[in-house]
């Protein structure tokens, strides 16, 4: 008989797609064992917004297995969400990221067999397939929106068998050279990115170099950014990768904050595409969760009038609530080449 691991959990919030538990990573799901709610945000500010909600399915999962990752949404009366909207070129994004986090995957339900479905959409139902590489912790999470609300959601998943993660390797270098992969269509590639055969040795593939303030402090704002080379040409024909310069998924590295964000060229404003409702889900003064209002609005989220071509110098700001060391993942396209990259921050305790 097959095993279920069935999760709910429910994170309501808009802007900026930050995901921000303090569970520890020992604390994890049986086969069968459900969660939640997690979360549900309530409006302080007047903005009605309807909550999205999503129940997720897997089948035991075994390393190198291809797996089917389902997923059902659904509205506040449980009933199918039809109107799904493409936000930076996908309906359903999926992100996965290794206890290792030096693996991840970005993936949607329109990379597989004939996309998403009339039939898909009229039942609220989607799924991705993806193979794990090795055994151990990842973090799964989900990102859909509607006109009326976006949902972020994250849970984790227990990969069984004998190949495991390595633990977390610190490595705050600034210079790295990576190697990219090619597009397996387009802005699509649904295999996992992994630092170990992606990263080149010096001379080797695409020379990135990553800058970021010598001091962050969790919950304020901060700016890195990136210069592309290629051989001795800087890199001026970086193209744009799902209707964004260049796609960031911050992690750290307990796996117990994730925020998805988007790049722009350097000295370009976050500017563009259509605003969504200008909150963000904060932890108040008594430890609550709660939606607050924010002026930066995410102008970018549903996809900006990104240059056709730009380089080589991109930027990213961010603020990230939590101390700790986060790994920052990102992606840009060049030629029809997905380049991955990886690179280290520390955050301090604003205190």
């Given amino acids: 008989m097959k095993k279920i691991l069935m999760l709910w959990l429910i994170l309501v919030f808009t802007s900026g797609c930050t995901i921000e538990h303090d569970a520890p990573l020992d604390e994890h799901m049986e086969d069968g064992e459900h969660i939640g709610p997690m979360a549900e945000m309530e409006d302080h500010h007047g903005v009605e917004e309807t909550p999205l909600f999503a129940e997720f399915e897997v089948d035991k999962l075994v390393a190198a297995e ?3 990752l389902r997923f059902h949404i659904t509205d506040h009366q449980d009933e199918p969400v ?3 909207m493409v936000h930076h070129g996908r309906k359903v994004h ?16 329109e990379d597989f067999g004939s996309g998403i479905t009339p039939e898909m959409e009229a039942a609220g139902a989607y799924s991705v397939k993806y193979t794990f590489p090795q055994a151990g912790t990842y973090l799964v999470a989900l990102e859909v929106m509607n006109p009326d609300s976006t949902l972020s959601k994250q849970f984790m998943v227990e990969v069984g068998g004998d190949d495991a993660l390595d633990a977390v390797v610190p490595d705050m270098g600034r210079i790295k050279y990576f190697t990219g992969v090619e597009e397996q269509g387009e802005d699509r590639y649904v295999d996992p990115y992994m630092l170990s055969s992606l990263q080149g040795g010096i001379g080797k593939g695409y020379r990135v170099t990553f800058d970021a303030p010598q001091e962050i402090k969790a919950g304020e704002e ?3 950014s990136y210069r592309f080379e290629l051989g001795e040409e800087e890199v001026t024909d970086l193209e744009p990768f799902l209707d964004a310069a260049m796609h960031f998924v911050i992690v750290r590295d307990d796996l117990g904050a994730l925020l998805h964000w988007h790049g722009r060229p350097r000295g370009m404003s976050d500017q563009g595409g259509e605003m969504i409702h200008d909150k963000v889900m904060e932890t108040s003064s008594d430890g609550h969760d709660e939606m607050v209002e924010k002026e930066d609005s995410d102008m970018m989220h549903l996809g900006a009038n990104v240059p056709g071509a730009f380089g080589p110098d991109l930027e990213g700001t961010f603020t ?25 921050i520390e955050v301090e305790d604003a205190e």
């Fill in 66 to 68: 291809v797996a089917e």
């Fill in 222 to 224: 901060f700016t890195i």
């Fill in 320 to 344: 990230l609530e939590k101390p700790g060391r986060y790994q920052v993942f990102g992606q840009v396209n060049h030629q029809g080449k997905i380049i991955p990259s990886w690179f280290m």
């Fill in 82 to 84: 039809i109107n799904l």
């Fill in 94 to 109: 999926v992100l996965i990221i290794g206890e290792d986090v030096a693996t991840f995957a970005h993936i949607h339900p």
